[in-house]
Structure formats: structure tokens, C-alpha cells
């Protein structure tokens, strides 16, 4: 199996099975991260159609930056597109009758909770996930009793055999670890 940035060099070289061979590759996954997203097969299909043209304009200028991961680098792409559909469905308004049978009186529905603020939200705790799994087993176990099952400290002793003073120093330094992890991938872990 050839690397991402193999079959991208070959698809800059006028390889069109190299970009079938990427496409194909994480199809599913961005489409199915898209639809989780989005919950509509139509729009998610017309998302990720836009997403794969924004790869191939970028492929072709030559602007794609091939430090980081080829998937990852698709995934922000469709995540954005994501974003710009909310803000843009935000902008229109929505209209609902409140007679069936009389249509002439309309009011406006305003979102409830701002779309934008969830998908941030959501990709934040899924790249905090990711970096939490690179801990060591008993920082990541602290962590997730703390943070998931809101268990005290001395809970937390209890279940694991420690002292209240080891867990709180398994929760420090799993912090710490957390902190150095993404300062070293410059991640933003905030709106």
C-alpha cells in the first residue's frame, strides 16, 4: 500500500488512479464524519463532494502542505464546510406557520443553540480523547474517572488501590502530559 504523499505526487503527475486510490481510502470515514454531523444523506453527500473539490484545487495550485497527515488535512477541510453551512443556514430565516390551513402569518424561529459553538465544541473533545489515549495507563485512568465519572478523589483511591495523594498526582501530571502534548502538536483547545 502506498503512502498518502506517494499517491499524491503521482496524482500531481497526471496519476488519476492515485487520487481514485486516496479517495477511496477515507471515503467512508470523512463521509461518515460528515453525516454525524450533518444527518442528512443529501446534504452531507453535496459537503463531501465539496470537500474532495477544495482537495483537488488545493492539490493542483500546489498550496497543499504535506507536514501534517493527508486525512487530517481533509477532515479540517470538511469540518470547515461544515461550519460555513451553519453560519449560512444561522443567517436565513427559518419560517413556521402557526396555522396549517392559513399561511399568511409567519414568525421567524431563532436556533436555540448556536451550531457553530456545538461543532467546535465536539471536535475539541474528540482531539482531547485522541491525546488523552497517549498517557501513561494510570494518568489516563485518573483522568477519566475525574473528568467522565466525576468521581472524587478519594473515590478514585478507593477504586484504585492508592493513596488520595497518588491519584492527585496521577490527575497533575496527566494534566501536565495533556498540556505538553498540545503545545507540541500547537493545538487550540478553546473557541
Known amino acids: 500500500m502506498l503512502p498518502d504523499n506517494v499517491l499524491i505526487q503521482q496524482y500531481l503527475s497526471g496519476n488519476n488512479d492515485a487520487f481514485e486510490t486516496l479517495l477511496s481510502r477515507y471515503k467512508q470515514r470523512i463521509f461518515s464524519f460528515i453525516f454525524s454531523k450533518i444527518k442528512d444523506t443529501d446534504l452531507a453527500d453535496d459537503i463531501f463532494q465539496e470537500t474532495f473539490i477544495k482537495v483537488i484545487k488545493t492539490l493542483k495550485k500546489g498550496t497543499y502542505n504535506d507536514e501534517g497527515r493527508f486525512s487530517s488535512w481533509v477532515m479540517r477541510i470538511a469540518h470547515n464546510l461544515i461550519v460555513d453551512h451553519f453560519r449560512r443556514k444561522q443567517r436565513m430565516p427559518i419560517y413556521e406557520s402557526h396555522d396549517a390551513e392559513v399561511d399568511i402569518f409567519y414568525r421567524v424561529s431563532e436556533p436555540s443553540q448556536n451550531i457553530e459553538d456545538l461543532l467546535i465544541d465536539s471536535q475539541i473533545k474528540e482531539d482531547l480523547n485522541t491525546l488523552m489515549l497517549q498517557l501513561p ?26 493513596s488520595i495523594n497518588t491519584s492527585l498526582g496521577r490527575m497533575r501530571y496527566g494534566l501536565i502530559n495533556l498540556r505538553k502534548l498540545i503545545d507540541k502538536l500547537n493545538l487550540t483547545m478553546t473557541q
Open 137 to 162: 495507563e494510570n494518568q489516563l485512568e485518573v483522568l477519566r474517572m475525574r473528568l467522565y465519572q466525576d468521581m472524587s478523589f478519594k473515590e478514585i483511591a478507593e477504586r484504585t488501590n492508592v
